[in-house]
T-cell receptor, first 115, second 112 residues
């Protein structure tokens, strides 16, 4: 049981490049979220999804796109990378079938640097 | 809107106690607490539901005051392993189930 898997673990991009951060979970969780973590700012929600085909914006969605075509995968796309997007990105999932108030399971994170 | 945590940082000696507070301006359905070690992912500690529930996990417990929209995390007889950054995450319920908004974190350092 792998849990939540994020790839890549590290990435360096140049300004203006695009890329996709991958997130996959094998626990059949309905809820999935993307967060970015910057020093002193805690974890800020970028986008989240309550199930396949349904996504919604979080606190800091600008510059990021998501889609949820399957229950397992929730990729995060940077269309045109900017230095302000240098951060650590975490993906998390939680189940819905056992009711609300379920703990979130986090991936190990992707450390992204934009030059 | 992010919940506000206080204090921002705490330094303790082994065996001492600490309290970390989390306040929200929004009506809350639940409060989650997580601990993160440097370079690692956040790890779940506990969830509190509205209703003033208090829960415990070894020597770590928490309370939730629904009327004040505040939660407190209590760490008693601290151990070196308690060092890390503590985050509260708030859930407003309704159409926002599963959607957590995290505070900015409290850095806890425990010295021998």
């Amino acid at each position: 049981n792998a849990g939540v898997t994020q790839t890549p673990k590290f990435q360096v991009l140049k300004t203006g490049q695009s890329m996709t951060l991958q997130c996959a979970q094998d626990m059949n969780h309905e809820y999935m979220s993307w967060y970015r973590q910057d020093p002193g700012m805690g974890l800020r929600l970028i986008h989240y999804s309550v199930g396949a085909g349904i996504t919604d914006q979080g606190e800091v969605p600008n510059g990021y796109n998501v889609s949820r075509s399957t229950t397992e995968d929730f990729p995060l796309r940077l269309l045109s990378a900017a230095p302000s997007q240098t951060s650590v990105y975490f993906c998390a999932s939680s189940p819905r079938d056992r009711g609300p108030n379920q703990p979130q399971h986090f991936g190990d994170g992707t450390r992204l640097s934009i030059l | 809107q992010q919940p506000v945590q206080s204090p921002q940082a705490v330094i303790l000696r082994e065996g001492e106690d600490a309290v970390i507070n989390c306040s929200s301006s929004k009506a809350l359905y639940s409060v989650h607490w997580y601990r993160q070690k440097h370079g690692e992912a956040p790890v779940f500690l506990m969830i509190l539901l509205k209703g003033g529930e208090q829960k415990g996990h070894e020597k770590i417990s928490a309370s939730f005051n629904e009327k004040k929209q505040q939660s407190s995390l209590y760490l008693t007889a601290s151990q070196l392993s308690y060092s890390g950054t503590y985050f509260c995450g708030t859930e407003s319920g309704g159409t926002s189930y599963g959607k957590l908004t995290f505070g900015q974190g409290t850095i806890l350092t425990v010295h021998p």
